[in-house]
Antibody, heavy 115, light 109 residues
Framework: QVQLQQWGAGLLKPSGTLSLTCAVY????????WSWIRQPPGKGLEWVGEINHSGSTNYNPSLKSRVTISLDMSKNQFSLKLTSVTAADTAVYYC?????????WGQGTLVTVSS | QSALTQPASVSGSPGQSITISCTGT?????????VSWYQQHPGKAPKLMIYDVSNRPSGVSNRFSGSKSGNTASLTISGLQAEDEADYYC?????????FGGGTKLTVL
């Protein structure tokens, strides 16, 4: 049974860098796309970006200049970095498996940007 | 990119059927058969209910069904149950990204 477990800092100051990691347990890491999706409090979902097993990435155009998604195949992990954060980046961030649809999700991490 | 358009809320009584619409453009919903639907209970991660317009993942009740006509996709839930009360989101592949709808709150009366 595939499980995604994520972690990272939950409180950031404006202009800081958001950093989250997601570990994949119980299933193949290769052959899939791995994504990050965020949800501002009380609002809808927003796709952040994705990476495949070969390291090819694709990012939301509105975030592209600030986002980096990377992977560590040896640990079955992938990570998200978002630079120059502002209050508008406050959200629950989810890691998920998939590209055309997302069938397994992490538990979510609330990241708050506040001075 | 613009979010897909969903009604803010829908409601129905136990046993009834409801339909949630998801309207996009020819660049997303209308252009690809890659529409998905997610159920989200408060404080929980979304759960995939429908993928590729009308396919159900293993374990999802056959009370949930999906369809598409032109630029509008629909999720139908038949035989409404109390546990169906949740937020529902549609998602669609585009040529460069994935876009979601704003979400619909389903209330079971």
């Amino acid at each position: 049974q595939v499980q995604l477990q994520q972690w990272g800092a939950g409180l950031l100051k404006p202009s800081g860098t958001l950093s989250l990691t997601c570990a994949v347990y119980g299933g193949s890491f290769s052959g899939y796309y791995w994504s990050w999706i965020r949800q501002p409090p009380g609002k809808g979902l927003e796709w952040v970006g994705e990476i495949n097993h070969s390291g090819s990435t694709n990012y939301n155009p509105s975030l592209k200049s600030r986002v980096t998604i990377s992977l560590d195949m040896s640990k079955n992990q992938f990570s998200l970095k978002l630079t120059s954060v502002t209050a508008a980046d406050t959200a629950v961030y989810y890691c998920a498996r998939g590209i055309l649809s997302f069938d397994h999700w992490g538990q979510g991490t609330l990241v708050t940007v506040s001075s | 990119q613009s979010a897909l358009t969903q009604p803010a809320s829908v409601s129905g009584s136990p046993g009834q059927s409801i339909t949630i619409s998801c309207t996009g453009t020819s660049s997303d919903v209308g252009g690809y058969n890659y529409v998905s639907w997610y159920q989200q209970h408060p404080g929980k991660a979304p759960k995939l209910m429908i993928y590729d317009v009308s396919n159900r993942p293993s374990g999802v009740s056959n009370r949930f069904s999906g369809s598409k006509s032109g630029n509008t996709a629909s999720l139908t839930i038949s035989g409404l149950q109390a546990e169906d009360e949740a937020d529902y989101y549609c998602g669609s592949y585009t040529s460069t990204s994935t876009v979601f709808g704003g979400g619909t709150k389903l209330t079971v009366l």
